[in-house]
């Protein structure tokens, strides 16, 4: 039985019925913002729970417009942790400031307790980072930027509707950044990001700054860039976003059905803790393994398309190394990185197949124990 790890093409099955909307766009000209774009912009801050919502033409745009609408730059240093995509610390440096790496949790999330022995007077905000749609600790990280007078700054690439307390993830910081990259739960063809906030001077400022500093078609108000979302992108996502719901509600009863099943075999396989508060989305469904690279021989020969993501944390990449971090700095995010791997989880993953990777789990690891 195979597991597919990609599902685009199950995702978009229904093309058909875009036809006449898409149609209907290329003859209104409207290529550039106008009402495909806001349209999408009001859906989403309305779903969210944000004021405002910022088209981008990527999630890593969105990351870095969001730190520097709160004044992140140069001689800045940015806290986020050691195991995420390249992305999060990529928009700090392209924002102009020093990503300063803080070791992982069991739940591969952002250390809380150590975030504060990664201070300096340079200090200017932290990016927590809802990696793979599970919840950073908000409670944990807002009390520690309110005492250090720090900016927070979402990395909610992979997390469209995940929550901490019941409140969506992008709506904890000053300005937070989305991603609706193929391999995120919000998809769409191509590239396309988005950031929240409820600030109205930041708001102003993105409107601006995305756009050419266009204040009117003759006139700029600043030196600005061009980082808009494309309207195809938005009515992708715009009929997406009344399915996502029903998309994370399927991931969430996979991962619990892997959670129980995984769970006896803890010896070998380790689920991280899952506390009540958080309502995870499962952009990814991760596990630490033992004799991971026999493992995932293994289920390839059984059609199970697992992944790793990732197995260098960012301190021991070459740009990392050369902020002078090297092995040991940061033990968890280390380990985690030898031993995680990535189940399929996906809305389009049946309970008979989660029962099919169960059941080769524990046949691996009898043999292998
Ligand atoms: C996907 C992702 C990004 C980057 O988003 P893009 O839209 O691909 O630019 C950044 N951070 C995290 C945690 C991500 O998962």
């Known amino acids: 039985m195979r597991v597919k790890y990609a599902y685009l093409d199950e ?67 940015v806290i986020t942790v050691a195991n995420t995509f390249y992305a999060t610390a990529g928009a700090i440096v392209a924002a102009g400031a020093k990503p300063v790496f803080v070791d992982s949790d069991d739940r591969y999330s952002i250390d809380v307790d150590k975030i504060e022995d990664a201070l300096t007077p340079r200090t200017r905000a932290i990016v927590p980072v809802h990696w793979a749609g599970m919840p950073a600790d908000m409670d944990g990280v807002t009390e520690i930027a309110k005492r250090n007078n720090l900016k927070i700054v979402e990395d909610a690439c992979p997390a469209v509707g995940a929550t901490v307390n019941g409140k969506k993830v992008g709506t904890f910081g000053s300005a937070n950044g989305f991603s609706m990259h193929p391999l995120k739960p919000l998809n769409v063809w191509g590239d396309g990001g988005m950031i929240t906030t409820d600030d109205d001077e930041i708001a102003e400022w993105l409107r601006l700054y995305q756009n050419h500093g266009l204040a ?29 719901e029903e998309m994370n509600e399927t991931r969430i009863r996979n991962a619990k059905l892997l959670d129980a099943g995984l769970s006896e075999i803890e010896d070998f396989v380790k689920v991280p803790p899952r506390p009540s508060k958080y309502r995870e989305v499962y952009q ?43 092995e ?42």
Request: glycine residues 6%.
């Open 284 to 326: 990814l469904y991760l596990v630490s393994v033992k004799q991971r690279e026999e493992l995932i021989k293994f289920m390839y020969e059984h059609e199970i398309e697992v992944k790793v993501h990732y197995p260098i944390p960012l301190h021991l990449q070459k740009p990392g190394r050369e902020l002078g971090y090297s």
């Open 11 to 77: 995702q978009f099955n229904d093309f058909d019925s875009y036809i006449d909307e898409l149609r209907e766009w290329v003859y209104s000209g409207e290529y550039t913002l106008g009402p495909y774009v806001k349209r999408f912009e009001e859906k989403f801050a309305k779903y969210n729970g944000s004021k405002y919502c910022i088209g981008t033409n990527t999630g890593t745009d969105a990351l870095i417009l969001a730190l520097q609408a709160c004044g992140i730059g140069e001689g800045d240093e």
């Open 328 to 369: 040991n700095d940061f033990p968890n995010a280390e380990q985690q990185a030898r031993e995680v791997l990535t189940i399929p989880a996906h809305q389009f993953v049946t309970p008979t197949q989660i029962e099919f990777i169960v059941d080769k789990f524990k046949q691996f690891y009898q043999k292998h124990a």
């Open 216 to 244: 009117t078609r003759e006139e700029i108000s600043m030196w600005g860039v061009n980082k808009r979302l494309q309207p195809i992108q938005a009515i992708v996502a715009t009929r997406l976003l009344d399915r996502i």
